[in-house]
């Protein structure tokens, strides 16, 4: 409707924008406006503020500021809406709607993201714009450039001159995310343009950080919009020659042209941050990085002077030789614009002195000191947006007109269509859909269906009964499913109303005593955080204890064992579902049996609860007269000690009842239980799959479409599935990985999958995870590397230092020899580098395999212990060997050992086979020679013949072993995608489930799941055992609450006959509603926390393993598919107002309110809200009443009868009066008798 008249939008466009102008003088522009503000001359004039005494000036300034923003907030009313309405369309998931739009107005995308830039930027000035800023003439260079090329950075080293001032936030991923402004100030401080609250003081840096963070936030969720742009505005200490300012401008890409366009806007000079020349020429050429930098600077219309600073990451050497190409590029790529003298400052390159910094800054300072006079009028800039805004208004107008004319033409069809099929009431079909219907819904349908025929409603409703005309079954499943959704969506309103009327007229005064009077409009101004915390408060009241409480001692054990745990439904939320449960699970079993029976004819045998029989029999039963009559005839101390013994034997007769009726500790039978699993059951389906009321063919919820199409599962893991295909050796076990994290995620639904990767992948994984570590292994040294010499510091010790043990000699003489010549004789042909061991034996392990990996050999020599007693490997070195097995640049090891030392056996691979690596680990490639050293061997033929050979062909097999590994890793690289391509094709094919065999699955297939969940569902030992605790007759005297006693005493008849020094006699009673109220509480609270507990063990044995089957439809789990549920719900709050009769809202409503019921602990107080409704009538007939008339003083039993009668009227029980009335008509005796055992003043 606001869009009807385009005329009429362009009126209120410039009505809105020039109301404050009309009043000027004949030829007024729109910067007359601005000057008028200002009290000065036009800007760029010589004199810039009216002059007289600074409070004035004050004063005006606040004034004109005030003036401002009614202006601001006019131009502001027209900008955003427009602007609202373009990112709507610009939206991905309305490509339908744009097209249709595009196509309907010859618009193209391009002018959409065009007309919604430039109103953008509009609107951001006419929001950050400050009249008092646009009275000072100052500078204002904005440092543009691509994202994360460090612009901030170097705004800190100017402002630091050369150093840096740590003013801007650089850290990695967390970049500049709106316009930052910043100014010379004696002290830090900051705030945002739109801000009018003033600057906070405090660390710049600090504050910039946290307000990028949140921004980033709400642009990595396509949360940021035009209503967020805004200008941060910062101050710091540095001095500029000339009033300066700097912005610091968002990495240039699609998403931030918003902000470019508005800094520039206000800029006076473009300060170009780059890179290499070359980089910077492919950022510019189109489709370049840069390129929307070149149409943004193009629409400015007044060209800005560039400055070209590069300062990414380039040498000195590179810029001098190539200033003139810097120059000649810009040229080109920005004709029309002033290019000024490049400038090299990269003040991280080492060649630049700190004096060459300081005179870096100062070159910069003058230039951008000569930077053009921007005059920053919001005005004028939202008059000429106007022209943007009645093209996008035509264009709507057009559009909404054809749209509307398209829907005009189906509705009229429709209706023809339906009034046809409702009108032929002779049809069989026709009387019969009238008929059921009439029964059901309890009225003539006939007359409803000709006052709706006119009405709005009309079509909706007939298209449903036409469609669904021969399926009765499912109109009435239908109706059924809409009503429950009414029903609890009724009783949750309701239970927050009964919330406030009942604990929210204690909370209120409380809450205004505390400061709150704003929270929840249904709370009536109490917060409902407060309204929690007092829950949380009572829960733990007078329940803190330093050791074991006593039950026949402290009334704290009561309070913490039993009257805390109603505490919990003090909160708004527990209370609600409290509520709800205690009446929908009776209301639903009655509304199905009339619906179903009405409509399918099926005989209507509503089922009766068999608990509401036992109760009512139970009701019958108490034994209250023998509980008057021990109270009889008795006074003073006798009588309360007999009222408290009567108490306790109350609370056993509601302990027996509530036992025997199971619902604390059965599921099978538990009406209550069965009932609630039943309703919600049922309800889970509503959430995925419903009726689509046109063509009667089931269809998905908006939630269950939304779930489909954005889950990720068969994309990611096609994607994954194609990177490895492609990936190098090295990238293959990460990609893997992945996979394997997101298919094990995806088979939480699935036991098949879920086994079969548990059983399998891990081994593959960890196998693919250690080929990697050896392909990526690093390895020093050159091609011509010697072997590496591989000695412990104790061995070297005993070869080279004379023993006392040996006499004063060297231990071993003849490896000492070997060692020598190895190490530096004559001998020595080949580079044999020794590695010098570490003090510690234990750590030669890994300083000689890092020592290897260093020097790069690819042979290595192990000299042994001399003194070794055994030809096989000791413990350390089968670890020495398996860890220089993994490396597969060491091809060759050779071990040396004089063998005689323990034995004459001979020492070769063969004998001792224990030493070849090889042939033990899997995986391994090198090649492990013994060579025993006594006797004739020679160091000069063991290097020639052996290791000089091993070194030549070393880099040739190193390079044959990663070959090798690599094959290793492409092999299982290919075995692990057809796994991945199965698994995606069973996941496909599950996604591809239609609602209709949902709805099979649920009524067939999942339904006996439930069933046999139910029937087979084992209630825990702990239930079972959970018995009531009564507190004792004994306990209930000692507690002095209970008994009131009166400060003066009477002398008894006794106490006359026995004389003067005779006790006289206290006079008390017993305060029986007292204590009854607490025995209430402490009976109620132990029925809570049972209940709880049997309810929380059957939603985790039940209810949760459906949710993961109907997870398994969607590929996930149940805690995923909820969680999902969670966000959707989340997501639709935002764009939905969940209130009134729109289908999109009533939707929203219903997704909200079936996410609720679905959680653990909404299930537990539901139903706890069903054992309460069952067993109130027993709490409330047995516990309650009060033996003595107070007034009387006297025992009496017209409470206990009172309370009977009302409480066998809760469990549908024949009500006494009626039993009276009845008897009145067929008996003939007297009134009196008749009354008397009915009357409760008996």
């Known amino acids: 409707g606001n869009f009807a008249s385009r005329a009429a939008v362009i009126a209120q466009i410039r009505k809105a924008s020039k109301r404050r102008v009309e009043d000027a003088e004949v030829g007024v522009d729109a910067s007359a406006r601005l000057e008028a503000l200002m009290g000065a001359e036009p800007i760029g004039g010589k004199t810039m503020a009216a002059s007289g005494e600074g409070d004035t000036k004050v004063g005006q300034e606040l004034s004109h500021s005030k003036e401002y923003t009614a202006d601001k907030d006019a131009m502001l009313s027209i900008l955003e809406p427009y602007c609202d309405i373009l990112e709507g369309l610009l939206a991905k998931k309305q490509d339908q709607l744009r097209a249709r739009f595009l196509k309907a107005t010859k618009l193209t995308e391009g002018d959409l993201k065009d007309i919604h830039r430039k109103l953008g930027v509009v609107a951001a000035m006419v929001k950050v714009f400050s009249p008092i800023d646009a009275r000072r003439s100052l500078k204002l260079p904005a440092f543009v450039g691509p994202e994360s090329y460090g612009k901030s950075t170097l705004i800190n080293h100017i402002v630091g001159r050369g150093t840096d001032s740590d003013v801007m936030p650089t850290d990695p991923g967390m970049g500049t995310q709106v316009v930052c402004k910043v100014s010379p100030s004696s002290s830090e401080s900051f705030r945002l343009a739109s801000d009018e609250q003033g600057a906070r003081k405090g660390n710049v840096k600090e504050m910039l950080a946290e307000i990028n963070k949140l921004m980033k936030a709400k642009s990595d969720k396509g949360e940021l919009g035009i209503r967020d742009m805004d200008m941060i505005l910062a101050q710091k200490e540095f001095h500029p020659p000339v009033p300066m300012e700097f912005l610091d401008v968002p990495g240039i890409k699609e998403s931030t042209a918003f902000h470019t366009s508005l800094a520039l806007s206000m800029a006076s000079s473009l300060v170009l941050v780059c890179g290499q020349v070359e980089k910077l020429s492919t950022q510019l050429d189109d489709g370049g990085d840069l390129q929307l930098l070149k149409d943004i600077v193009k629409e400015l219309g007044e060209p800005l002077p560039i400055q070209c600073v590069v300062s990414f990451r380039v040498s000195g050497t590179y810029f001098t030789k190539n200033r003139d190409n810097y120059m000649n590029l810009l040229k080109v790529k920005f004709p029309g614009c002033e290019i000024r003298e490049p400038l090299w400052m990269d003040f991280f390159d080492e060649g630049m002195s700190q004096a060459q910094k300081e005179h870096q800054v100062d070159v910069f300072m003058q230039v951008a000191a000569q930077g053009i006079d921007r005059v920053i009028d919001p005005y004028k800039k939202f008059l000429e947006s106007v022209d943007d805004m009645n093209r996008f208004a035509t264009a709507i107008h057009e559009f909404t007109v054809q749209d509307l004319t398209e829907y005009q033409s189906t509705k009229d069809t429709a209706i023809a269509s339906m009034l046809e099929c409702i009108e032929g009431y002779d049809t069989a079909d026709g009387r019969k859909v009238e008929t059921r219907l009439s029964e059901a819904m309890g009225f003539d349908v006939g007359d409803f269906l000709k006052d709706v025929r006119s009405s709005d409603a009309y079509p909706r409703f007939h298209v449903g009964l036409a469609s669904e005309m021969k399926n009765p079954v499912t109109i009435a499943n239908a109706l059924l499913i809409d009503c429950r959704l009414a029903t609890m969506s009724w009783l949750v309103t309701q239970g927050r109303e009964l919330h406030y009327q009942s604990f929210g007229e204690v909370y209120s005064p409380v809450a205004e005593m505390c400061g709150i009077t704003e929270g929840m409009p249904d709370q009536a101004g109490v917060s409902k955080a407060f309204v929690s915390r007092v829950s949380q408060a009572y829960e733990c009241f007078n329940t803190q204890d330093d050791g074991k409480l006593n039950k026949e001692e402290d009334m704290q054990y009561w309070m913490k064992e039993c009257c805390c745990k109603i505490a919990p439904y003090l909160d708004t939320t527990p209370f609600t579902w409290f509520v709800t449960g205690f009446y929908i699970v009776v209301g639903d079993s009655k509304n199905k049996t009339a619906m179903l029976s009405q409509i399918q004819k099926v005989n209507p045998v509503v089922r009766e609860w068999s608990s509401k029989g036992r109760m009512a029999g139970h009701l019958r039963d108490i034994k209250f007269g023998d509980w008057v009559m021990k109270c009889e005839g008795l006074t003073g101390r006798d009588l309360i000690d007999k009222q408290f013994e009567v108490m306790e034997e109350c609370c056993e007769t509601f302990r027996e ?90 088979s939480k639904s699935s036991v098949t999958w879920k086994t079969r990767l548990d059983r399998d992948m891990p081994e593959c994984m960890e196998e693919l995870q250690a080929c990697t570590r050896r392909l990526q292994s690093h390895w020093g040294g050159s091609a011509s590397a010697g072997a590496a010499l591989l000695i412990s510091h104790s061995v070297k010790e005993s070869l080279t230092k004379a023993s006392g043990l040996s006499g004063g000699r060297i231990a071993f003489p003849e490896t000492a020899k070997i060692y020598n010549e190895l190490t530096c004789g004559e001998h020595c042909k080949v580079s044999v580098q020794e590695a010098p061991g570490p003090n510690q034996e234990d750590s030669f392990i890994a300083h000689a395999f890092e020592y290897i990996a260093r020097t790069g050999s690819h042979v290595a020599i192990y000299m042994r212990r001399p003194d070794t007693q055994t030809y096989d490997p000791l413990d350390r070195e089968k670890i020495f060997l398996e860890k220089l097995a993994t490396q597969p640049h060491l091809t060759h090891l050779f071990v040396l050992w004089t063998p005689s030392q323990a034995g004459t056996k001979p020492w070769t691979i063969a004998d001792s086979p224990k030493w070849d690596v090889a042939k033990e680990k899997v995986g391994s490639y090198l090649r492990v020679d013994i060579v025993a050293i006594g006797g004739e061997f020679k160091v000069e033929d063991f290097l020639k013949n052996q290791v000089v050979p091993a070194i030549s062909v070393g880099a040739a097999s190193a390079k044959a072993n990663l070959d090798h590994i690599a094959r290793d890793v ?19 094919s599950t996604m591809n489930t239609t609602a209709a065999m949902f709805h099979d699955s649920m009524t067939r297939g999942i339904r006996k799941d439930f069933d046999n969940l139910c029937s087979n569902l084992k209630v825990p030992k702990r239930a079972k055992d959970l018995k009531f605790q009564i507190p004792s007759k004994g306990f209930l005297a000692k507690v002095p609450e209970f008994t009131d006693r009166a400060v003066d005493r009477l002398a008894s008849d006794a106490a006359e006959s026995k004389g003067d020094d005779a006790e006289d006699v206290a006079v008390e009673v017993c305060m029986e509603l007292l204590a009854r109220a607490f025995l209430f509480n402490v009976m109620l609270g132990q029925v809570v926390s049972m209940s709880r507990f049997l309810a929380a063990h059957t939603y985790d044995k039940v209810l949760l393993p459906l949710w993961d ?53 909404n299930f537990e107080h539901m139903y706890v809200g069903c054992v309460v409704y069952m067993l109130m009538p027993a709490l409330y007939a047995i516990i309650i009443p009060c033996i003595i008339d107070m007034d009387e003083a006297e025992a009496t039993d017209k409470t206990f009868r009172h309370n009977i009668a009302r409480a066998r009227s809760m469990v549908g029980d024949q009500d006494p009066w009626d039993q009276f009335v009845k008897y009145m008509r067929e008996s003939g005796q007297a009134m009196v008798d008749v009354v008397k055992p009915y009357s409760p003043w008996r």
């Open 1109 to 1161: 089957k109907i997870g398994g439809k969607f590929f996930m789990s149940g805690e995923d598919l909820k969680a999902s549920l969670a966000e959707y719900v989340a997501k639709e709050a935002k764009t939905k107002s969940g209130e009134g009769d729109n289908p999109e809202d009533l939707e929203a409503r219903n997704m909200h309110y079936l996410l609720e019921m679905s959680s653990k602990q």
């Open 657 to 746: 009842i509530a036992e025997a009726s199971h619902f604390l500790d059965e599921v099978k039978g538990n009406d209550c239980m069965e009932e609630l699993l039943e309703f919600s059951y049922v309800m889970m389906e509503r959430i995925f799959a419903k009726k689509n009321i046109h063509d009667a063919t089931w269809e998905w919820t908006d939630f269950a479409k939304w779930l489909k199409k954005n889950a990720g599962g068969p994309h990611e893991l096609r994607a994954k599935s194609a990177q490895l295909a492609k990936a190098e050796p090295t990238e293959v076990a990460g990609i893997s990985r992945e996979a394997y994290e997101l298919m094990k995620t995806a």
């Open 970 to 988: 492409f092999k299982i690289r290919n075995d692990f995608r057809s796994v991945v391509s199965e698994f995606r094709t069973d996941m496909e």
